[in-house]
Every structure is written in C-alpha cells, then in structure tokens.
Antibody, heavy 116, light 105 residues
Framework: QVQLQESGPGLVKPSGTLSLTCAVS?????????WSWVRQPPGKGLEWIGE???????NYNPSLKSRVTISVDKSKNQFSLKLSSVTAADTAVYYC?????????WGKGTTVTVSS | EIVMTQSPATLSVSPGERATLSCRAS??????LAWYQQKPGQAPRLLIY???TRATGIPARFSGSGSGTEFTLTISSLQSEDFAVYHC???????FGQGTKVEIK
C-alpha cells in the first residue's frame, strides 16, 4: 500500500526557508490523487498548508500563500514544500498526506523548529 | 474560509460508555466531512469520510452522521485504544476543527 515519508532539516533559522520532501512509495505520484501538506504546532490543531497534482497544479492556504511553494518531482516520485520567511510561529510537526479527496494516507510527520 | 467548531474540547468517558462528539461548520459543506483520530506522537488516522462512511479497517463502533453544517461522531462503547484526540475536517476547501480530546474518566 502507499506509504509517505517526510524528510528535511529539523532546525531552521528565523527569516530562513523551510524545505521538506515527501517520498511516495508503494504507488505512483502520477495517480489520480492530489498530494497535500498539513502542519500542527505544539499542542495545537491541524492546519492545511497546500496541495499539488502531478501536473503541477497547486492550491494553497490563503493565509500562507505568499510564503509557500509546493512542487512535484515525478522522476523521484516525491513532492516538496518550501516555506519562506519563517518565524517561531512556523514551528510545528509537518505532515504530508494523500488526498482522495479526504486525507486517507499520512506520513509519520517531521518536527521543524524555527530558532536561532 | 469555512470555520469548523468542535465540541466539547475535552470529553471524559469511562471505558465501555458511549461518546458523542460534535462538529459544526460555519456554512454548508454538504457531506464533505471527515473525522480523524490522533494519538500522542502519531499522525492522524482517517476514521470517517463522506460524513458517515467508515474508512477501511475502522471498527463498527465508530459511526458518523450529519450533513450540511452539523455533524456527529459516535463511539458506541469506548475501548482503551480509543482514548485520543479526534479532528473533524471539511474537504471542500480544507479546514479542520480544533479537536476534541477523549480522556478516561
């Protein structure tokens, strides 16, 4: 079955850019699914960041849109998240998920801390 | 933005008892509503989609109902492994509720 695995730096400096990758295994990123990023600040609820289709079409959370870029690499069967100009408020566990159109497969998550 | 409001924030229930969780949308989401279970240190797990359809492998003690703006997740007889945080999510344009923690009474 499809599995997702997030990877990337666990520590990012303020004003820097957060970069994460989600590797898809057990299935193709070119299937008829969208692929999404969700985050969860410590002790708080879930926040949708954005999503991408294998064609490169994207949708972003309006509150983050100016800072977010999601891209896809079909050759590596993975998709990526970049969040620029980060602050401490961007400290969170970041999850990738498959959209069917609900989120039926999730990665285990990766913790990103924004600190100098 | 569609705002999802869950109640209560915390629900204290004894094992074997019934738990009823609510989720309200600020405008109609039709039946585009999912419920997720999240245990500490784990990713969310899909329980219910389409407001009332159980995901693969989800026990029958979990049931969902509602449409439009009012939704309910019912756990008919709480087992020890059900104590967790439950999130609702509308997937018209992706917003989550703030979560309901189900704790042991």
């Amino acid at each position: 079955q499809v599995q997702l695995q997030e990877s990337g730096p666990g520590l990012v400096k303020p004003s820097g850019t957060l970069s994460l990758t989600c590797a898809v295994s057990g299935g193709s990123i070119s299937s008829s699914n969208w692929w999404s990023w969700v985050r969860q600040p410590p002790g708080k609820g879930l926040e949708w960041i954005g999503e991408i289709y294998h064609s490169g079409s994207t949708n972003y959370n309006p509150s983050l849109k100016s800072r977010v870029t999601i891209s896809v690499d079909k050759s590596k069967n993975q998709f990526s998240l970049k969040l620029s100009s980060v602050t401490a408020a961007d400290t969170a566990v970041y999850y990738c998920a498959r959209v069917s159109p609900f989120m039926d497969v999730w990665g285990k998550g990766t913790t990103v801390t924004v600190s100098s | 933005e569609i705002v999802m409001t869950q109640s209560p924030a915390t629900l204290s229930v004894s094992p074997g008892e019934r738990a009823t969780l609510s989720c309200r949308a600020s405008q109609s989401v039709s039946s585009n509503l999912a419920w997720y279970q999240q245990k500490p240190g784990q990713a969310p797990r899909l329980l219910i989609y389409g407001a009332s359809t159980r995901a693969t492998g989800i026990p029958a003690r979990f049931s969902g109902s509602g449409s439009g703006t009012e939704f309910t997740l019912t756990i008919s007889s709480l087992q020890s492994e059900d104590f967790a945080v439950y999130h609702c999510q509308q997937y018209n344009n992706w917003t989550f509720g703030q979560g309901t923690k189900v704790e042991i009474k």
